[in-house]
């Protein structure tokens, strides 16, 4: 495996916060105090073209006990950022990303059923802004697959060869969490409706040989090489070094995916934990916001080291640069900027955070993954981490 490099300028512009601060960083879009036992997760975030950022972000934990569906809020920002507002709720919508499509406005993610998220593939849309939703009552109009416990988070959807494509993992058999998750690809033609079953075709399933590194790969980020290939890099449950990731080739229309053990896993600041990949033409190179875990953190469980937001780039996709600390705090326990969900909006990159952090009256957050808010931050000029990365 190659090297992941330190550059110089990592060590410049960190944002660290005490342990005695109060203030949750950024700007909060949303919150919810630990004592409720209701947490807050799966955060996406979008531009429209109009310039108004529409974010999402769910409920998740027992408060809600066995019977209740969680909340998917949708909320929009029209002054970049600096202020929110809720527009819309969508019970029981889990793991779900916002995108375009062809002027409108979709969200794609899974139908909570009794084992909580894991359940049917849906799609909805909005005709306005993000206001209101259709509802996925059948095959015609949204309810996208029902076969299998489907698994996913917020990542990239990626338009390439004439379709559309996003990464899933579903579980099978129904039982455990990571062991039993296969990688697969779901795609359609750019002139198919979103909302029809039939316009979607679902790639092979790739299961998880415990016998490599790690014991579970899930929320795979699709992305186009250098090459103009399709991969999916996926996040790797490997303990206790916890910086790999899984590199899975997709075909050219994405019925067929594959993973070569041998090249297939890479370095990657931050694996064990959720990231989104995303290409900037201006810089021709890949970015990522992770959860890199300095050397002063290591030697706990590296899957909940969650206290340091890094921000990362490549040039090839296998190897990458630590660039800066977006966002640090020295309790591991506690506190967590994790699930970084980002746009780039000119020199700038947006991002929506799931964060764990203490409560201005002194309550800490259930854990580091438990989060009490959604946060808003948004790295400046994040190009300019660069200028001294090896080319």
Known sequence: MKKIILASVFYFSITILSMGQKTVPGMVVGH?????????????????????????????????????????????????????????????????????????????????????????????????????????????????????EYHTAPVPMIIHNGRIFRAVED??????????????????????????????????????NQEWL??????????????????????????????????????????????????GFIDFPGGCKKFTIRYDAVSDRYWSLTNFIPEEYKGGNPERTRN??????????????VNKIVLQHPDVTYVGFQYADWRFDGDDLITLVRTAFPEPDGTNAHNCHDSNYIIFYRVENFRDFQSEIRK
Not at 35 to 50: A, N, R
Not at 74 to 90: A, C, F
Not at 181 to 205: E, G, Q, Y
């Open 32 to 148: 919810s105090h630990p004592d409720t036992k209701i947490y807050l997760g799966s955060p996406s975030i979008l531009i429209m073209d109009v310039g108004t950022y529409i974010a999402s972000y769910q409920q998740f934990g027992p408060g809600f006990g066995k019977k209740n569906l969680c909340y998917t809020f949708i909320v929009e920002s029209k002054d970049r950022g600096k202020s929110w507002k809720r527009i819309s709720s969508i019970r029981g919508l889990f793991w779900a990303n916002l995108f375009t499509f062809r002027g409108e406005l979709y969200i794609f993610g899974t139908q909570m059923q009794d084992k909580g998220g894991y359940g049917p593939l849906v799609i909805r849309k909005s005709t306005d802004q993000g206001k209101t939703w259709t509802n996925p009552v059948d095959e015609e109009h949204g309810l996208l697959r029902v076969d299998q």
């Open 171 to 208: 579980r099978n058999p129904p039982e455990q969490w990571g062991v039993n998750f296969r990688s697969l690809v779901i795609s359609a033609p750019l002139d198919a409706d979103l909302m029809k079953a039939a316009s979607w075709t679902t790639s092979n399933r790739l299961r998880y």
């Open 214 to 263: 790690g014991r579970a790969w899930l929320e795979g980020n699709l992305v186009v090489t250098s090459k103009d290939d399709i991969v999916n890099i996926l996040r790797n449950d490997f303990r206790p070094e916890g910086g790999q990731a899984c590199i899975i080739k997709v075909s050219k229309y994405g019925e067929k995916v594959s993973f070569n053990p041998e090249t």
């Open 308 to 321: 340091t937001l890094t921000l990362i780039s490549s040039k090839d996709l296998r190897s990458w640069e």
